[in-house]
């Protein structure tokens, strides 16, 4: 039989190495001396040492190549939440997500930690300080969350310390920073489209908003703290600022942070929720004909109109998890890094 040389403990691959957290964690891996491979279906970037792999992550011949030596998997990799595919989501999500284990398996992977989300638990009601034993959505809200749960179950039912394969999931919410292609340019491009009037509800939803750094913080802990006998063995963990936000209020800071108006009149939550429901009804039967993508989405109505803000008690306690920027700083360093979006640029 041929043997495997051992993995260095400090070797790893980051799949979705091209998106905007598995880039920062890649950066702040290579900042840290590690040697990471990157695995994504589109190279977004080149980083001198840094080995680009590019691949569809539901090929596991691809995946070998890039988890030659590897002994940490970090799998941050998924189609866009917007995105309303959901053959796409289901064939990367989660066959996808079976094909990296198995790839885990075969390449002598020892840890492998999962970007999760929050919104797993999120059924479009109402969360305060919710923790990790809140039982997963009954009803998800979209096919996003839908696979990112049976992602989540997969990763962590996979964890088995006889095989020497440790799995842990990561549970960011609401990953804003620089270079987020979602947050930010959605909301500037839907103020400059005048669409930024209306605060849905009364405004005093609480919301988890995460600076990428606290986020990619998260999850190197996570890495370095997964032991056979440490508690983070097939276990989930919020990751946030610790600071929940009114939701209109941190959308005003970046706007206004950008020179726009923030928005001023309110729209009752149920009025604004039927008509997206509406809308993307609407869009679902036109689908074979044109393809809309209406701004504001069930799913980002009660994004916009809820509470969801969870506590991070978990990872404080199993991994010693503080957050290294706070929100003020992170708007800052936020608003600075979009000069192209600032109003009349
Ligand atoms: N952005 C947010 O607020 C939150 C994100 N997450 C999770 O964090 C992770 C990273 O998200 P972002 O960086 O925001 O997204 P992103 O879209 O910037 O990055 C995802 C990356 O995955 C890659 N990818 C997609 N399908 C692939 C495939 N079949 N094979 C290989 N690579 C593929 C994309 O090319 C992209 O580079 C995702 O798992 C997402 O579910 C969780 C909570 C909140
Ligand atoms: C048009 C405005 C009302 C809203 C603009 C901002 C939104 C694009 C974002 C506000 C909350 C964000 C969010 C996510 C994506 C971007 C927002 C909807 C996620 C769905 C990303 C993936 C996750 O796992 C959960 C996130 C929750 C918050």
């Not at 964690?25 to 040697?35: C, F, S």
């Not at 970037?45 to 988890?67: K, M, T």
């Not at 440490?230 to 936000?245: F, K, R, W």
């Not at 209109?248 to 923030?262: P, V």
Request: aromatic fraction near 8%; proline fraction near 6%; glycine fraction near 8%.
């Amino acid at each position: 039989m041929a043997t495997r040389t051992r993995p260095s403990s400090k070797r790893c691959a980051v799949l979705g190495g091209s998106g905007f957290l598995g880039r920062h964690l890649v950066e702040r891996l290579v900042d840290r001396g590690y040697t990471v491979n990157v695995f994504d279906i589109r190279q977004a970037y080149e980083l001198p040492g840094v080995p680009f792999h590019q691949g569809d992550l539901c090929d596991r011949q691809a995946l070998l190549v890039a988890l030659k030596e590897v002994s940490i998997v970090f799998h941050c990799a998924s189609p866009a939440p917007a995105n309303d595919d959901r053959a796409l989501f289901q064939r990367v999500n989660i066959d996808g997500t079976r094909t990296v284990i198995q790839a885990c398996h075969e390449a002598g992977v020892q840890k492998l930690i999962l970007t999760s989300s929050a919104s797993v638990v999120f059924e479009g009601t109402d969360i305060k300080n919710g923790r990790e034993d809140l039982p997963y959505a009954k009803k998800p809200i979209d096919y996003y969350t839908e696979t990112k749960i049976q992602q989540e179950k997969l990763v962590l039912e996979a964890c088995s310390k006889e095989k020497g394969f440790l799995t842990v999931a990561i549970r960011p919410h609401g990953i804003f920073g620089p270079r987020d292609p979602q947050l930010v340019p959605i909301l500037i491009d839907t103020a400059r489209r005048g669409k930024m009037k209306f605060i849905i509800g009364d405004g005093s939803n609480l919301v988890d908003f995460t600076y990428v750094e606290n986020v990619v913080h998260g999850h190197i802990l996570a890495a370095e703290q997964l032991k056979a006998d440490s508690p983070l063995c097939g276990q989930a963990y919020h990751i946030t600022n610790d600071e929940p936000v009114r939701f209109w209020d941190f959308m005003s800071q970046i706007l206004e942070g950008l020179g726009y108006s923030a928005p001023r009149y309110h729209l009752p939550y149920t009025l604004v929720y039927g008509i997206a429901l509406l809308l993307w009804l609407i869009a679902l039967v036109l689908r074979p004909l044109i393809r809309i993508n209406p701004t504001f989405s069930p799913m980002r109505v009660a994004l916009a109109g809820t509470h969801h803000y969870y506590s991070c008690a978990r990872a404080k306690k199993d991994m010693g998890y503080q957050p290294l920027v706070p929100l003020r700083e992170a708007i800052v360093r936020t608003v600075e890094s979009y000069p192209h979006l600032r109003k009349g640029a």
